[in-house]
């Protein structure tokens, strides 16, 4: 037998190379580009903390000389800041509890089970994605104020876990699916009811769902705006959106001091970013090419 | 060849096999999730649509029945009829230039070019920051000499510098790249996840038989892309119709209202206490979101349709 060369070594011409590089660069430069236009935004924001707000109105470009630390040390010394990062920590992880258990149990007997009317919840769970909080905000607002739930993070957590249920729901559905029959009949015969198969199997095999559910949610409710602003009256109750949105109303005139808020509150979202990267895109795109 | 079409071989597994249980095993396992969206999403809802045929200021009984009247006082409110066409606007931009523009940089990044996962991450970054960040800091650069207008000054161009936020004719353009910067990542990583679905044997094939890579693109990888880029595209008509927090943040609708969406529009409403009138806007808007749906549905379910053959 003959050893034929499977792949014919490539052979270029000159003018096909020069074609390509330049095909490259033009990516590289676009991709450059892209880069600036988010990378500058937020450094200023970081940068324009370290200035003082006569140093940011004269000259916003270069960096800040000389540095001046106060506007961070004054906010990170305030008892509002981190009362606000608290307050916006239990409220997503109060959603998160509660959209987990609510959103897998659902969307478990929905995959798992055979039973009249089961599309019909789901449809009625998917038309949910339609929903913005903004249609429900008036009847929301007079159900929270009538059971005392105004300026309670219960307030914000029960509302944003409830609409935070349709797309948990989308993306654990195929999921639990995809978990072998065999899996579950060989449970059934062994006398496993269906609360403890889904305590003791499926939850297990689903870890990586849960996580990416519980990341979204998390982030979610850390970036929600408009129902804790109607809901959290109280100002010691306040989330940290909310805090920056009454900051650069307040001391719209000190440029810099909004800058350096601005930036602190940045910063827990993108660490969190930082470490639940592969769970938000993995969330994400689940929900959108796989369905 | 069969075209792809969005339903996952699991989805289509027989009902038979699936295993059975009591209505009432089948109730326990849903009551939370039906418990909390029917009080805190089905409830508010069809309150919204009662109210909005009321008169009523939220405080008083609810007895000053009005009929349509709110719906047409919307109608003919100069107000409301500016802000839906805001939303309108910023719709068309979506979908003609953030959806393009996404789509090319997933292209880009699926490209073999250095950095691909690194770039991918602070693509994606804007859209992990809050709306309220992202309009803060936007709203810094974008003040009349602020960080733009001095950087056009630094480099020479002092004729291109503007009021970004605050010319009535320039507002919403510049709302619309500061929501682009917010968002074109989210859509590229959806688009990015479908291109990566996508078999690789196609593109080598007709790279063999001479394609050049518009050809490849436009005749392999566009329509199989296909029903990725309806989600896109579908999630980014949604999202111009039911637009608030960063507006709100950034402009409050201003200046006279010409940043003004629906939504901002129906909270202006509310802080006036006219709870009848911001909620007939409300079932509005999601009275327009669900015919969008709807009909967006039934036009690309069609053409999926039309691709295996069954149709026309």
Known sequence: MVDLPLDPPAVESPSLRRRKWVGHGALYLVAFFVLCAIIIPLTFSVLGGFRTNQQLVQDPVGFPNPWTGSNYTSILQSGEFWRQVVNSTVIALLSAAMVLPAASMAAFVIARYSFRGRELFYGLFTLGLLFPVAVAILPLFIVLRQVGLLSNPLGVALPQAAFGLPIAIIIMRPFFR?????????????????????????????????????????????????????????????????????????????????????????????????????????????????? | MRAPTTTTPAARQPASRLGRVPKTTVLLFMLPALTLYGVFVIYPIIQSLRYSFYDWNGLEPLDNFVGLDNFRRAWSDQLFRDA??????????????????????????NSRIHGR?????????????????????????????????????????????????????????????????????????????????????????????????????????????????????????????????????????????????????LYDQFRKGLFGYASAVSIVIFGLSLVVALFYQRVALRRDLEGTGLVG
């Open chain 1, 178 to 291: 995809a978990i072998p029959q065999e899996l579950q009949d060989a449970a059934a015969i062994d006398g496993c009811t269906p609360l403890r198969f889904y305590w003791s199997v499926m939850l297990p095999l689903s870890r990586p769902v849960l996580s990416t559910i519980a990341v979204i949610t998390i982030v979610g409710s850390w970036n929600a705006f408009f129902l804790p602003l109607l809901v959290l009256i109280d100002p010691d109750k306040a989330t940290l959106p909310i805090g920056v949105n009454n900051v650069s109303t307040q001391f719209s005139t000190d440029f810099a001091l909004v800058l350096a808020y601005t930036t602190l509150a940045m910063v827990p979202a993108l660490i969190f970013y930082a470490i639940a990267e592969r769970q938000i895109i993995g969330g994400l795109t689940a929900g959108a090419v796989k369905e």
């Open chain 2, 84 to 109: 839906l066409s805001h939303n309108v606007i910023i719709l068309v931009l979506s979908v003609f230039l953030q959806v393009p523009f996404a789509l090319g940089l997933a292209l880009l990044l």
């Open chain 2, 117 to 265: 996962a690194i770039l991918r991450t602070l693509f994606f970054a804007p859209y992990v920051l809050s709306e309220v960040v992202t309009g803060v800091v936007w709203r810094q650069i974008l003040r009349p000499d602020g960080l733009l207008d001095q950087g056009l000054d630094a480099v020479g161009a002092t004729g291109l510098t503007h009021e970004w936020l605050a010319d009535p004719e320039l507002v919403l353009y510049s709302l619309f790249f500061i929501i682009s910067w917010k968002y074109f990542g989210f859509h590229m990583v959806i688009i990015l996840a479908g291109l990566q679905q996508l078999p690789r044997e196609l593109h080598e094939a007709a790279s063999i038989d001479g394609a050049s890579s518009w050809q490849s693109f436009r005749y392999i990888t566009l329509p199989l892309l296909g029903p990725t880029l309806r989600v896109s595209l579908f999630l980014s008509i949604i999202g111009a119709l039911q637009l608030f927090d960063l507006v709100w943040v950034t402009t409050k609708g201003g200046p006279i209202g010409a940043s003004s969406t629906m939504a901002t529009f």
